[in-house]
T-cell receptor, first 115, second 116 residues
Framework: NAGVTQTPKFQVLKTGQSMTLQCAQD?????MYWYRQDPGMGLRLIYY???????DKGEVPNGYNVSRLNKREFSLRLESAAPSQTSVYFC??????????????FGEGSRLTVL | AQKITQTQPGMFVQEKEAVTLDCTYD???????LFWYKQPSSGEMIFLIY??????QNATEGRYSLNFQKARKSANLVISASQLGDSAMYFC?????????????FGSGTRLSIRP
């Protein structure tokens, strides 16, 4: 079972370059999330998507865009990368509801370095 | 506004002792869920335990239990009989509401180190 798959796992960019992080889940979950984790810190929510076709800002959305392409896929785009965006990015999915805890299922993370 | 606070940046505990990791939260919603995740040095996020705001009993999962004090807005994680493999970062998280439109936010984490 693949669960949540993120690509690429590692990426080095120069300041001003653009890139897209891809995320796909095979658990038929409605909700998907993008977080960033800076060294020694917790996870901060960038954007989330409650269902196909909807996206909402999280705690730190500036400098990012997202696309919920379909129920499976949720991509994160950096249009003009900055050194402050050096971080580990996690994609996650969940299925909430009264009968479900709604726990997050995480991908393995994507380590991005912006020089 | 939704907020999670973990006030212990790091803790050292002797192997086989019990340990309590603190978590307080702030929300104006009556319906919410609280989670604990473990992140070992390898980096993956491992779900440990969940507590719903309407659950009357404290959640337990093996050696993990969640000490839920609703009036004090605290959701502390208790690990009984700690093991060397428990050394990791631990994160408390909260989801407001039960709908799929809810966002989930995390605290800053506690680094737990178990001494042999």
């Amino acid at each position: 079972n693949a669960g949540v798959t993120q690509t690429p796992k590692f990426q080095v960019l120069k300041t001003g370059q653009s890139m897209t992080l891809q995320c796909a889940q095979d658990m038929n979950h409605n909700s998907m999330y993008w977080y960033r984790q800076d060294p020694g810190m917790g996870l901060r929510l960038i954007y989330y998507s409650a269902s196909e076709g909807t996206t909402d800002k999280g705690e730190v959305p500036n400098g990012y865009n997202v696309s919920r392409l379909n129920k499976r896929e949720f991509s994160l785009r950096l249009e003009s990368a900055a050194p402050s965006q050096t971080s580990v990015y996690f994609c996650a999915s969940s299925e909430e509801g009264l009968a479900e805890s709604g726990e997050l299922f995480f991908g393995e993370g994507s380590r991005l370095t912006v020089l | 506004a939704q907020k999670i606070t973990q006030t212990q940046p790091g803790m050292f505990v002797q192997e086989k002792e019990a340990v309590t990791l603190d978590c307080t939260y702030d929300t104006s919603d009556q319906s919410y869920g609280l989670f604990w995740y473990k992140q070992p040095s390898s980096g993956e996020m491992i779900f440990l335990i969940y507590q719903g705001s309407y659950d009357e009993q404290n959640a337990t999962e093996g050696r993990y239990s969640l000490n839920f004090q609703k009036a004090r807005k605290s959701a502390n994680l208790v690990i009984s009989a700690s093991q060397l493999g428990d050394s990791a970062m631990y994160f408390c998280a909260m989801r407001e509401g039960y709908s799929s439109a809810s966002k989930i936010i995390f605290g800053s984490g506690t680094r737990l180190s178990i001494r042999p």
